[in-house]
Structures are given as structure tokens and as C-alpha cells.
């Protein structure tokens, strides 16, 4: 089983930036693929971003494409998002999340990230971003 802890949210003006990192237990972090995640109040949970084994394939949302990076360093047991350009917009709690396999094949099918091909969960961070 992996356990996530996320940290680095905070309160930003429009336009900052902010940089999410999630730290994972358990030596199944590095075969584990990862993801980014984002629920603002009323809203569903939006996939944001994800991220291979190795960290050599991404994949991001329409809304954070350009402005946001997802990466990954498997001797530390930690996943990041750097967020640039950040938006009000943006404000919601951000979760990460792991799973024991690949789901890149099916994010590129569907064209999201399904939180439901997720099994471990973080308990979330929160980003407000002021206009």
C-alpha cells in the first residue's frame, strides 16, 4: 500500500505561481503511476495532471496545459506540480494519487484523467489564487 502526503498550497494573487510536492511511503512508489488532481467546492474532482513510472510521459487537462508541470523524482519518493500563471480559477483543493498500473494507455483514450483508475489517495492541499 502507498500513503501520499501533499503540501506547498498557499494563498496567491493571479498571475504567481506555487509548487505542489507529494511525498509517497512504501517501496512500491516507484512502479506506482501518478497523478494531480483538483476538487473546488460544488465541483467534481477534475484530473489535472499524470505522470509515468519513469516520469517520461505526461499528460495534462486542457486548462492547465502550458502553465502547469508535473514531475517526479522516485529516490525521493516524490511527485511535484509546479503551477505558473496561475488563475482564480485555479483555487480548488489538490489531491494526488498513485496506482499500481499504468493508466497513461487509457488517459489517452478517453483524453482526461479518470480519478476512478486511481486507488491511493492523498488527503489534499489547498490553493487559493486571488484575483
Known amino acids: 500500500q502507498v500513503q501520499l502526503v501533499e503540501s506547498g498550497g498557499g494563498s496567491v494573487q493571479a498571475g504567481g505561481s506555487l509548487r505542489l510536492s507529494c511525498v509517497g511511503s512504501?517501496?512500491?512508489?516507484?512502479?506506482?503511476?501518478m497523478g494531480w488532481f483538483r476538487q473546488a467546492p460544488g465541483k467534481e474532482r477534475e484530473g489535472v495532471a499524470a505522470?509515468?513510472?519513469?516520469?517520461?510521459?505526461?499528460f495534462y487537462a486542457d486548462s492547465v496545459k502550458g502553465r502547469f508541470t508535473v514531475s517526479r523524482d522516485n529516490d525521493k519518493s516524490a511527485l511535484y506540480l509546479q503551477m505558473n500563471s496561475l488563475k482564480p480559477e485555479d483555487t480548488a483543493l489538490y489531491f494526488c494519487?498513485?496506482?499500481?498500473?499504468?493508466?497513461?494507455?487509457?488517459?489517452?483514450?478517453?483524453?482526461?484523467?479518470?480519478?476512478?483508475?486511481?486507488?491511493?489517495w492523498g488527503q489534499g492541499t489547498q490553493v487559493t489564487v486571488s484575483s
Open positions: 494519487a498513485s496506482d499500481k498500473m499504468s493508466r497513461m494507455a487509457a488517459i489517452q483514450r478517453l483524453g482526461v484523467i479518470d480519478p476512478g483508475l486511481f486507488e491511493y
Open positions: 512504501g517501496n512500491m512508489y516507484s512502479r506506482s503511476f
Open positions: 505522470i509515468s513510472f519513469g516520469g517520461g510521459a505526461t
